[in-house]
């Protein structure tokens, strides 16, 4: 057995590529897989092509290569996160709610958190991740539209992640003993996969995700970066709170990968003081500041790996090797700019979602789907 270990050293990783496999080969199983941003701009490395190489086209060919019943993508899943998220963050500004909200995407960073700070534990939004709200989707209204029972169906991710595998088993986020995602392999597993298959990754031609969850903005795929997620509910954040079309969508104050960032961007009369931290040495100064009053922030975004999830523990081999990292960010930033929607409120199929399904965001059904709780751990 593969047994890898993870540059946080939060977690080892067991190959999972022979579950899925499994369910590849079981005919009454319905398998879908989910694809997470920072995968695109990496898994070309493992076939040898440029680091920033954005792969996403031929990523898609070999999912269906591996005959994948339905391939989606988590990019709609943060398109979805970044609607709840900022419904929460405006409502604890208008309300008089816990500030400051922390992002709550990177599993590593919530179980750090839930170890290391739990007389904090009201501070982190109670938003799912992508990979947990796309999977919750896929179970019921995927499920329901495909007319297909919940319980046939497979659903795989693909992440740059240990972390997500420990996620998707996380009591938390389990309905009546369920996962939303009963497998997660890494960027390196999926390159084994299609070695083993004998596809060339190189050669594909393009493909596009399937719909019903398939559609994503620019907004979506700067999640895999540091400072992505934040910039990302900016942009809707924005626009709700000021009924003005947001012209310039790139927040270039956000960017950058220097360990801890802060900013301050003004959005109608409010200053919002954004802070951001990547790293779990950097995130624990940051969160031991605000403990002690020394800084004072709206809203935080913590990645626990250097530069966000492009440089997760699951992507291809050259963990600290920052130039490979900041040709995969702008890979990410290319894709972004490459998108012709770039704000998660404008996806389309995120609308049909909201109008079919689940009504609005933080309607009573949307919290149940795609909001979580977290539990005060012993600490380490
Ligand atoms: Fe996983 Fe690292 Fe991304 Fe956190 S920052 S979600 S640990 S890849």
């Not at 391939?71 to 929460?88: R, S, Y």
């Not at 959005?267 to 624990?284: E, K, T, W, Y």
């Amino acid at each position: 057995q593969c047994v890898a270990v993870c540059p946080t050293a939060a977690l080892t990783e067991v190959n999972n590529t022979s579950k899925v496999w499994n369910a590849l080969n079981d005919p009454t199983k319905h398998v879908v897989v989910q694809v997470a941003p920072a995968v695109r701009v990496a898994i070309g490395e493992l076939f040898d092509m440029p680091p920033g190489t954005i792969s996403t086209g031929k990523l898609v060919s070999a999912l269906k290569a591996l005959n994948f019943d339905s391939v989606f993508d988590t990019d709609f899943g943060a398109d979805l996160t970044i609607m709840e998220e900022a419904t929460e963050l405006i409502d604890r500004i208008q309300n008089g709610g816990t500030l400051p909200m922390l992002t709550s995407c990177c599993p590593a960073w919530v179980k750090f958190f839930e170890h290391q700070f739990p007389d904090l534990l009201d501070i982190p939004s109670t938003c799912k991740s992508p990979q947990i709200m796309l999977g919750s989707m896929i179970k019921s209204y995927y499920a329901e539209k495909a007319d297909l029972d919940p319980a046939n169906i497979v659903s795989v991710s693909v992440m740059p992640c240990l972390a997500k595998k420990a996620e998707a088993a996380r009591p938390e986020l389990t309905k009546d003993a369920h996962s939303d995602v009963d497998i997660v392999i890494t960027t390196r597993e999926l390159g084994q996969m299609l070695k083993i298959a004998g596809i060339d990754f190189e050669g594909l031609s393009n493909s596009e995700f399937d719909q019903l969850l398939g559609e994503s903005t620019g907004a979506s795929v700067i999640f895999g970066t540091t400072g992505g997620v934040i910039e990302a509910a900016v942009r809707t954040a924005y626009e709700w709170l000021t009924h003005e079309t947001l012209e310039k969508v790139e927040f270039k104050q956000l960017r950058g990968m220097e360990g801890i960032r802060s900013a301050t961007v003004k959005v109608g009369d409010m200053n919002l003081r954004i802070g951001i931290a990547h790293g779990l040495g950097n995130a624990r100064k940051l969160l031991n500041d605000i403990r002690d009053g020394v800084s004072k922030f709206d809203v935080i975004e913590i990645m626990a790996c250097p530069g966000g999830c492009i440089g997760g523990g699951g992507q291809p081999y050259h963990h600290g090797d920052m130039e490979i990292i900041k040709l995969r960010q702008q890979a990410i930033y290319q894709e972004d700019h490459n998108k012709k929607l770039r704000k998660s409120h404008e996806n389309p199929y995120i609308l049909k979602l909201y109008k079919d399904y689940l009504g609005k965001p933080n309607s009573e059904k949307a919290h149940k789907l795609l909001h979580t709780h977290y539990t005060p751990k012993e600490r380490i």
